[in-house]
């Protein structure tokens, strides 16, 4: 069966801009989470949506926002981007609390 | 909030030789996880600890956990250089998905 799919897998923007990662769950998963990792601080939990409802939230700015759809299908934006949010964004599905997730690939955002 | 910590951060092996990785949470933690992950590429779920006392085995790989100690440990048995990766636990509260990540534990397995 697919796997959870990010895209895209590559991004380069400008400061200041603002992006939009993708995140299609294993089918029948509704529990969607966002990871970012950087060398420097790890794997820093973004935020985890269930049903359509965002249901925990990490200590990030409001500039990190997302959202999800009826179908699961997930999506974050990084508004006023920094050179800071130089990243690789993972976003992880699970069939429900306790089953561990299963990862994308990510998308790599580099900032300039 | 859920703090995990991981031991050692860099761990250098030689084949055939046996080690274990410790994991560290600070509050309750009703679910344990074990993550691999290889340079450039996602993380790969290998073991999902659910209980105290919980032991999982694949391969040369075994997890185990101890939730009144809040240790989890993951050993490695006789290394191969196909282990050489980074080992990440997580630790999540038992109705949630909200999922902490230890620092991971740089392996080596050197012939």
């Known amino acids: 069966k697919a796997g959870v799919t990010q895209t895209p897998r590559y991004l380069i923007k400008t400061r200041g801009q603002q992006v939009t990662l993708s995140c299609s769950p294993i089918?029948?998963?509704?529990?969607v989470s966002w990871y970012q990792q950087t060398p420097g601080q790890g794997l820093q939990f973004l935020f985890e949506y269930f049903s359509e409802t965002q249901r925990n939230k990490g200590n990030f700015p409001g500039r990190f926002s997302g959202r999800q759809f009826s179908n699961s299908r997930s999506e974050m934006n990084v508004s006023t981007l920094e050179l800071g949010d130089s990243a690789l964004y993972l976003c992880?599905?699970?069939?429900?609390?306790?089953?561990?997730?299963?990862f994308g690939s990510g998308t790599r955002l580099t900032v300039v | 909030e859920l703090k995990v910590e991981q031991n050692p951060l860099f761990l250098s092996m030689q084949e055939g030789k046996n080690y274990t990785i410790y994991c560290n949470y600070s509050?309750?933690?009703?679910?344990l996880y074990w993550y691999r992950q290889d340079p450039g590429k996602s993380l790969e779920s290998l073991f999902v600890?659910?209980?105290?006392?919980a032991v999982k085995q694949e391969g040369r790989l075994m997890a185990s956990l101890d939730t009144k100690a809040r240790l989890s440990t993951l050993h490695i048995t006789a290394a191969v250089h196909d282990l050489s990766a980074t080992y990440f636990c997580?630790?999540?509260?038992?109705?949630?998905?909200?999922?902490?990540f230890g620092a991971g534990t740089r392996l080596t397995v050197k012939p």
């Open positions: 600890l659910l209980s105290n006392g």
């Open positions: 992880a599905s699970s069939l429900a609390a306790g089953y561990g997730y299963t």
């Open positions: 509050t309750t933690s009703d679910r």
């Open positions: 997580a630790g999540s509260p038992y109705n949630n998905n909200d999922m902490r």
């Open positions: 089918s029948g998963h509704r529990s």
